[in-house]
């Protein structure tokens, strides 16, 4: 069973553009989610979190939006950069442990 | 250190070999946990640590599959008689434990079992 998806394994974008990556989640009972970014040959690096008492949170270019009742989640990315080029994991955790998602492979083109 | 360091960064063992992988979690940082990555997915949680004690190892695939940190620092993952379905990314991740916190990862351990 699949709590956490993320139905789109890759995506492209035009450097400048916004990328918007999708999660979607069964589980009512999350109250937090995370989103990761990894790249090649490296562990997963944190870089935004929402807690489920908000339905936005910025961080300079990311901002997180969150909508409780269709269950769905999404990373904004604006303006791309190449350097934004990885794979992102939106996570929950359960209790302690982390339910992630199968990630999208972003790739922002020059 | 700064981070989470694993070792090694990979791993070939033949079929039926015993492998140790090694998680040095950021110093002071009371939860260590294991994920183990296969090609395509997202990481699945295998074990928790709570400082020395293993409160959760409800992920751990078989009994071949071992976690221990002794002193509460330092953890060692085992996996016996190594498969091919072994083949993974092993990835640790350490945090300062309760609820929400922020979990590091390590750059992981790329195990291949040929």
């Known amino acids: 069973d699949q709590q956490v998806k993320q139905n789109s394994p890759s995506l492209s974008v035009q450097e400048g553009r916004i990328s918007i990556l999708n999660c979607d989640y069964t589980?009512?009972?999350?109250?937090?989610f995370l989103w990761y970014k990894k790249y090649p040959a490296e562990g997963p690096t944190f870089l935004i979190s929402?807690?489920?008492?908000?339905d936005k949170n910025e961080d300079g270019r990311f901002t997180v939006f969150l909508n409780k009742s269709a269950k769905h989640l999404s990373l904004h990315i604006v303006p791309s950069q190449p350097g934004d080029s990885a794979v992102y994991f939106c996570?929950?955790?359960?209790?302690?442990?982390?339910?992630f998602g199968t990630g999208t492979r972003l790739k922002v083109l020059a | 250190g700064a981070g989470v360091s694993q070792s090694p960064r990979y791993k070939v063992a033949k079929r039926g070999q015993d492998v140790a992988l090694r998680c040095d979690p950021i110093?002071?940082?009371?939860?260590l946990f294991w994920y183990q990555q296969a090609l395509g997915q997202g990481p699945e949680f295998l074990t928790y640590?709570?400082?020395?004690?293993?409160?959760?190892k409800s992920g751990l695939p078989s009994d071949r599959f071992f976690a221990e940190r002794p002193e509460g620092s330092v953890s060692t993952l085992k996996i016996q008689r190594t498969q091919q379905e072994d083949s993974a990314v092993y990835l640790c991740a350490s945090s300062r434990g309760g609820i929400n916190t922020e979990a590091f990862f390590g750059q992981g351990t790329r195990l291949t079992v040929v």
């Open positions: 589980n009512s009972m999350f109250d937090y």
């Open positions: 640590f709570q400082n020395e004690a293993q409160l959760d």
């Open positions: 110093s002071g940082h009371v939860s």
């Open positions: 929402i807690s489920s008492i908000k």
């Open positions: 996570a929950a955790p359960r209790t302690y442990k982390y339910i």
